[in-house]
């Protein structure tokens, strides 16, 4: 009886050991956050930029790496006239953070205009789709063709 008793023990002890062992290996380690990517200048209305200076404030990967890929024709494109008359209301630099969401959006495999649209009115809810699509339609164009 001693030995059937003292063989249950070992395996409880063994099970247990196992299963701490499979519970630490099996447990999802976080994701590493994404590096930082360096605060880029461009040349915007003839001087250097960086995305912080330009919408005032630290820019997020995201943001960043749309501004480090595409900012170089930032200011001529927004200049141009091809975002129609809300580019104008709203100002150079929001219209250069909607051509910036446009490009990474429509660069996003299965990107609509129908989520930069939502997108888009989260910052600018005043805006519909007529407003907004000269934004992601001129952009994939001129800007940042695919």
């Known amino acids: 009886m001693k030995q059937v008793l003292k063989a249950v023990l070992v395996c409880l002890v063994v099970g247990a050991a196992v299963l701490v062992v499979w519970v630490v290996a099996s447990r999802p380690h976080p994701p ?3 590096r930082p990517l360096p605060d880029t200048a461009v040349m915007v209305h003839g ?3 960086t995305c ?3 919408f005032g404030q630290h820019c997020d990967f995201g943001l960043q790496s749309a501004f480090n890929r595409w900012g170089t024709g930032l200011g001529p494109f927004v200049d141009s006239g091809v975002l129609g008359p809300y580019a104008e209301r709203i100002g150079f630099v929001a219209s250069a953070k909607l051509s910036l969401d ?3 959006l429509s660069h996003a495999t299965g990107k609509t205009v129908l989520e930069f649209v939502d997108q888009a009115q989260r910052q600018h809810p005043d805006a519909g789709s ?3 699509f000269p934004f992601w339609n001129r ?3 001129t ?3 695919l």
């Open 52 to 54: 912080s200076e330009l």
């Open 143 to 145: 800007l940042c063709p």
């Open 47 to 49: 001087r250097p930029t």
């Open 130 to 132: 007529p407003e907004l």
């Open 102 to 104: 446009a490009c990474a």
């Open 139 to 141: 952009t994939r164009q």
């Open 32 to 34: 590493e956050p994404p």
